[in-house]
């Protein structure tokens, strides 16, 4: 008798399922759709699905996958190299394929990745890049153990380095202050980093970018976004500050200490008491103890000439300023260009980077919820504060 009466419950659960499932999945169709229909005076190319098949020539030759799905090598009718990246299913909605359309979409600049076209047709969606060949940043952080196991075939000299650093810092910029909306990335990190055929850096991977008017000097998030290790504390913690274009200067001055000291930020910056592990403290506390004849310990100890020891240390210092607590505390993106471009022996010493508010003042700590996403973890995070 059980079983007779549960019977029809579970039929009944079928038929909502059926109902609500193409119906989830059509409305996300027409959102990108309306999207793209409102804004048909972007420049890259619509292209269709076959089209995309052609172009990848079946998805024959794969460069990568994540999170959001994955990525091929390609080729247009032109000739010129292209890499498609083939989104899976959207966990908003579609919003990330929007975010990328609808930032990069609209602006050329040589620091930040070309995006060259696109295909929206049911549910199939899909990005198309200009193609990189030098890949991502993040394989060439190469540490002392890792270059024993793989070699050295990845390290790049500290004058590339320092040039790939200044590449990345003139396209934020660009992205904070050269458009008529200031776009924020919210995602930067070695990985989004692209590297062409001459090391040229290109900033990319917008899905998690958020437009603002150039007026905003703070900024609202119905969800916080970002990769855990690289996020600002203020995405954290409420009383340290307002959310703003400072976020991004954060994640890249995490990014530029870990390239210039070689060594990789772990992803335990948040962990309570841990201060051992937070990458900034270790390189702070080992440029004020360093001497000249202690280079070999030091954040720079592979450094091998004078200029190669000053372009390191001028890059640690300027990612500490970075790094500060306080979004107040740090520079612009404009002004890390100058700083980058300066003489180190004008740069002042910024005072010891901290971790979190707790460090500080524990009573004033507020607490988190962290849920991990995805791969490399991507955190969606809500306040509960005290």
Known sequence: MFTVRLLPGIACGILIFVYKYPRRHSSLFYFIEDYLQRNNNMNPIRYSYSQIKTMTHNFRDKLGQGGYGSVYKGKLRSGHLVAVKVLGKSKAYGQDFINEVGTIGRIHHGNVVNLVGFCAQGEKRALVYEFMPNGSLDKYIISHEEEEEEGSQHRLSYK????ISLGVARGIDYLHRGCDMQILHF?????????????VPKVSDFGLAKLYPTENNTVSLT??????????????????G?????????????????????RRNRRKAFVRNSSQAFLPTWVYDQLREQQDDDMETGPDADASSEEEISVAKKMMIVGLWCVQLKPSARPSMHKVVEMLEGDVQLLQMPPKPFMSPHDLQPDEEQVIDIRIDSTPPTLILSYSGR
Do not use: C, W
């Open 160 to 163: 590339q380095i320092h040039e």
């Open 187 to 199: 995602d930067i990190k070695p990985h989004n980093i692209l590297l062409d055929e001459n090391f």
């Open 223 to 240: 969800a916080v976004r970002g990769t855990m290790g690289y996020m600002a504390p203020e995405l954290f913690y409420k009383n340290i």
């Open 242 to 262: 307002g959310v703003s274009f400072k976020a991004d200067v954060y994640s890249f001055g995490m990014m530029l200490i870990e390239i210039a000291s070689r």
